[in-house]
């Protein structure tokens, strides 16, 4: 199974909101991926990870990479769809999803450690 795990870049994450869980950082985020990406590799999956900035520019990243490559699952971060101001970059980045990889499920995590249970609740049976 080949994952994309969308997430925002957390050098660009505004930890002052209070929609996002206290006490989280940066290098808390970097290390949470670090362990999602070993536990994709661990079930023999494919994982890539696409760190966007929070603006138009992430969401042609996004677009680009799904045009370039084939993937089975799309993972979408809670740092996207958490904070209410980052609505409508959910809302672009989900129609990008659709749009451009119309087979892939799409699955989303609640921390980056579930990454990889997110994309398993999605995986074809059989």
């Known amino acids: 199974m080949r994952i994309l795990f969308i997430g ?3 050098e660009s994450v505004d930890f002052s909101d209070p929609a996002l869980p206290p006490g989280l950082t940066a290098q808390k985020i970097h ?3 670090d362990r999602a990406l070993k536990d994709i590799a661990a079930r ?3 994982g890539e990870l696409c760190l966007i900035s929070p603006d138009d520019s992430g969401v042609r990243e996004v677009e680009h990479r799904l045009a370039s490559q084939s993937y089975d699952c799309v993972v979408v971060g809670g740092g996207i769809r958490v ?3 980052r609505l409508m970059l959910f ?4 129609n990008v ?11 989303f995590n609640t921390t980056p450690e579930n990454t990889a249970e997110a994309a398993q609740r999605w995986q074809p049976r059989g």
């Open 8 to 10: 925002e870049k957390p």
């Open 31 to 33: 290390a949470g991926i």
């Open 44 to 46: 023999g999956w494919q």
């Open 83 to 85: 904070p209410p101001r």
């Open 91 to 94: 809302e672009a980045l989900i």
């Open 97 to 107: 999803i659709h749009r451009s990889a119309p087979t892939a499920a799409i699955a």
